[in-house]
């Protein structure tokens, strides 16, 4: 976020000088080219933070309150400068500064947003507020309550101003508490009070510019720690939408391809004898043409959920597992010819959310392909065990089992991400996989807890870009 001018709201631009605005000091230690316009008095002081809203709100409200102080300390005592004056004119005059000085001090105070920025640019604003308080200050004598007024003034310009402008108006207050101490230097304890106030005053000054600059340095901090954390989630949300492309194209378009060179391999086969079977080669033509609409359908369908507007406001309905845990697996054992058998223990599952229904059924359609591809097996069983705690799947082969743990673990090395994928999908569902060998074949079990939302920690991002 730049600071020009036209990017600030009025209750925030206020803060920045117009020459600040038109041009920013350089934040990284470097200097200014030669020639190049002053940045006023932010040239010694931490630079403005990009985002200034935070910061410029404190400095706002420091700022009123300083000016309210200020108000009230007139307020009481203009009693004090009126009953050390004479009548006629000196009165008449003490009477018309108290009046402007409370006046201006209310204005600025209720039009904050008017006035500060005028009272930022002019800086002989402040001076002409100061000397107001000085007449005043002079006729109430420095040990009145209108001698903690002046405090604000250093205040008031380290806030606004730096270090040039604290310093500046710090040493005409001091000098000003100069001039009335030798006017009341015989008065009892105006030695004391003067040294006292003059204290606070050279305080005051150094706690407004700290303040200030403080608040830019944490604003500055604080945008930095937030980009940092923007490009981290940034970064994460890439590498989860890569791993969960690289499921989807595995799970769909890849499982389809393979099957589709597997036909395209028969038919070659085929054709290739000394006498053809025409009925053979229609069959496997069929069976190409078919592979290859569904693996353009599988595609269309990925497209169209990468191009889907996702609603933050409404609620997808739960999709029912049993039913379509049904038809996956009719679909595979009327594609495959491998009897696929289903079997639903206990009471009907819980209305799932449709990521999570779509998980479950990409672990068992993952397992079921890998018995027909790998297991060598004669039959496939599937068992969906619902119980008040948990829900089960279980995908059971005759085959011939796992390859050794060694070729499991170097799975996503060569090539082979369907394990990788299954258990990606465990993790984001936070459920439990286990896959052990049977006797004989293997046996995939998986195991989501119900009742309580899963709660898993996310994988680390060097892993999913691994897998992905």
Not at 120 to 140: E, F, I, K, N
Not at 336 to 346: A, E, F, K, Q, R
Request: charged residues 15%; neutral net charge; contains cysteine.
């Amino acid at each position: 976020m730049r600071t020009r001018g036209r990017n600030l709201t009025p209750s925030t631009r206020w803060i920045v000088p117009a020459a600040a605005r038109r041009r920013r000091p350089p934040v990284d230690g470097t200097t200014a080219p030669a020639g190049a316009p002053s940045t006023g008095y932010l040239q010694d002081d931490a630079a403005p933070p990009a985002t200034l809203r935070l910061q410029l709100n404190a400095l706002q409200a420091l700022s009123r309150q300083t000016v309210a102080v200020r108000l009230t300390m007139l307020a009481i005592g203009t009693p004090f400068a009126m009953a050390n004056t004479s009548d006629g004119a000196p009165t008449h005059a003490v009477l018309i500064v108290a009046a402007l000085g409370i006046t201006i001090s209310y204005a600025i105070l209720r039009d904050w947003d008017r006035f500060a920025p005028r009272l930022l640019a002019h800086p002989s604003l402040m001076a002409l507020d100061l000397l107001l308080g000085a007449v005043l200050l002079l006729t109430a004598s420095p040990v009145s309550p209108l001698a903690y007024a002046t405090v604000c003034t250093p205040l008031l310009s380290g806030l606004l101003y730096g270090w040039r402008g604290a310093g500046l108006f710090t040493g005409l207050q001091l000098a000003v508490l100069l001039t009335v101490h030798r006017a009341w230097e015989h008065s009892p304890g105006a030695g004391a009070g003067t040294l006292l106030i003059a204290g606070f005053c050279v305080a005051a000054g150094i706690i407004g510019v700290t303040l200030r600059n403080l608040m830019f340095r944490f604003g500055t901090a604080t945008q930095a720690l937030a980009e940092a954390t923007s490009r981290l989630a940034v970064a994460e949300a890439v590498e989860s939408e890569r791993a969960r492309l690289a499921r989807e194209l595995h799970d769909s378009v890849a499982k389809t391809l393979h099957g589709l060179a597997l036909a395209a391999d028969a038919l070659s086969t085929s054709a290739d004898r000394p006498a053809p079977d025409p009925a053979v080669l229609r069959r496997q033509a069929a069976l190409v043409a078919e592979a290859a609409r569904r693996a353009a359908a599988e595609s269309r369908d990925l497209l169209t959920d990468l191009r889907r507007h996702t609603d933050l406001t409404g609620t997808t309905p739960p999709a029912d597992l049993t039913t379509q845990l049904t038809a996956r697996t009719q679909t595979f054992a009327t594609r495959t010819t491998l009897p696929t058998h289903l079997t639903h223990t206990g009471p009907e599952p819980p209305p799932l959310p449709p990521e999570t229904t779509h998980h479950l059924l990409a672990i068992v359609t993952e397992a079921l392909e890998n018995t027909h591809r790998h297991a060598h097996a004669t039959r496939a069983d599937v068992t969906l065990t619902v119980t008040a705690t948990a829900l089960r799947l279980t995908i059971k082969d005759d085959g011939v089992g796992l390859p050794s743990a060694h070729a499991l673990a170097e799975a996503s090395d060569s090539g082979h991400f369907g394990l990788v994928g299954m258990r990606e999908r465990a993790e984001q569902l936070g459920a439990h996989l286990d896959i052990t060998p049977g006797t004989p074949g293997t046996e995939v079990t998986l195991t989501l807890p119900l009742g309580e939302p899963p709660t898993h920690t996310p994988r680390p991002l060097h892993q999913e870009s691994a897998h992905a």
